[in-house]
């Protein structure tokens, strides 16, 4: 594992952004979506009990975020439960340090500790700047929807709180934008319709991997542990975040002191995000999966078999013993017992009936069976293009997060009223990242 994780380190840079494409970048997928799909993956999956230095009972690791798009992350267990996440003078309001000021919500950060510690559902959620500023412009979002629900009082159904509305609204709205704008970019329009299909005013999923288990929503091992930790591959070694501070800063610095974008502190005004260096649609620009990067919006890496450089030296508070991403992910996959890729691969076929390209020892640069996180990630570079994951790691991530919507009887999918966003957005009965973010206060003026 060791040595597979030393090749996984992509030389090529990808360190700040010159406005144009090179062959280590993959335009199609702007910067943004890595940090919306870590958001996800923060929201649906928790396991604080498994370790790297023993094996792990696959069937025995507790999932300690509810594996639903409910945003408890941002809610925690709502006003009684987590009170410390919502406005004493409010409590229909989450809670923001700061006054107000303005677009992009300058000025303003997550609360915090006295020890600069973030108080939200989930510390992972303040792991590094980009990350933060995402979890506190959904809570922005919040807070603006809760007005917006004041000064409409027909969006309320039935005996609704204004809070149970405002709640309801933003999971919907959220909800849609995983299911119609992250999702059909990561894994292709096309995988999308196989799986989720509307007729009339209901949808129907043609799932055929995963299944209701335990009558509950689950996570299968083989999404949290490989095909959904895609992301660490899109990640940029260093990125630009404002026109103020041009210099690209890294995500993470080899220097444990130096200068970079980790978490766990008070929000720098320097390291202030500008959106639309991430996120397509913020400019007036037009918005679809396929708008490429351009001018100042920064693309994602390609999804390839290698990580940046400053994934090779995490924070102390993602691994003591500073390893590298990838050899902590192989790691987990081993204790987890995972499947090889090859055979995973052809299981998927086989449950899918269709038939799947495995990859050859060629193709993936390795001799034997390989891991299956890393069969993914090559699959994704060999047969998508490193623009989109690969046929199965695509089916897989599919059917778990259409399966996850599918299984709450509260998600927009189990609604019988031809529901569509109601929310102010660039195209009328869509949603996108960017409309969130523009309705949050988080966008340009």
Known sequence: MTALAATMVDESGGGGWSGQPTAADNPALPAGYTYLAQFVDHD????????????????????????????????????????????????????????????????????????????????????????????????????????????????????????????????????????????????????????????????????????????????????????YRFGHSLVRDSYVLNSSNPSPLPLFSADAGGTDLRGFRRLPEPLRIEWERFFPGLDGAPVSPGTPASGTLQPSMRLDGRLAPSLTHPPVDVDEQRRSIALLNLFRGQALGLPGGQDFANAVGRKVGESVHVLTSDELGQPGPVPLWFYLLREAEVLGEGARLGPVGARVVAEVLIGLAMDDPSSLLQDDTGWTPVLPSATAGQFTIADLLRFAGAGPA
């Not at 923001?96 to 510390?123: T, V, W």
Request: charged letters at 20%.
């Open 44 to 227: 649906i999956t928790f396991d604080s009990t498994s370790r790297l230095d023993r094996v792990d009972d696959a069937e025995a690791v507790s999932n300690f975020r509810t594996p639903r798009f409910d945003l408890d992350s941002i809610y925690g267990g709502g006003p009684k439960a987590s009170p410390y996440l919502y406005n004493n003078n409010d409590q229909a309001l989450l809670l923001i340090d700061g006054a107000p000021a303005g677009p992009r919500l300058a000025g303003l950060d997550l609360p915090r500790n006295s020890q600069e510690r973030a108080l939200i559902g989930d510390p992972r959620n303040d792991v590094h700047v980009i990350i933060s500023q995402l979890h506190l412009a959904f809570v922005a979002f919040h807070n603006a929807v809760v007005s917006h629900v004041r000064s409409n009082p027909a969006l309320r159904w039935g005996d609704e709180s204004e809070f149970q509305t405002a709640c309801r609204l933003v999971r919907w709205h959220y909800q849609w934008i995983v299911l119609h704008d992250l999702l059909p970019r990561i894994v292709g329009p096309e995988t999308v319709e196989a799986v989720l299909t509307r007729t009339g005013k209901r949808y129907k999923a043609g799932l055929k991997l995963y299944n209701l288990r335990f009558k509950a929503p689950y996570i299968p091992i083989e999404f949290s542990a490989a095909a």
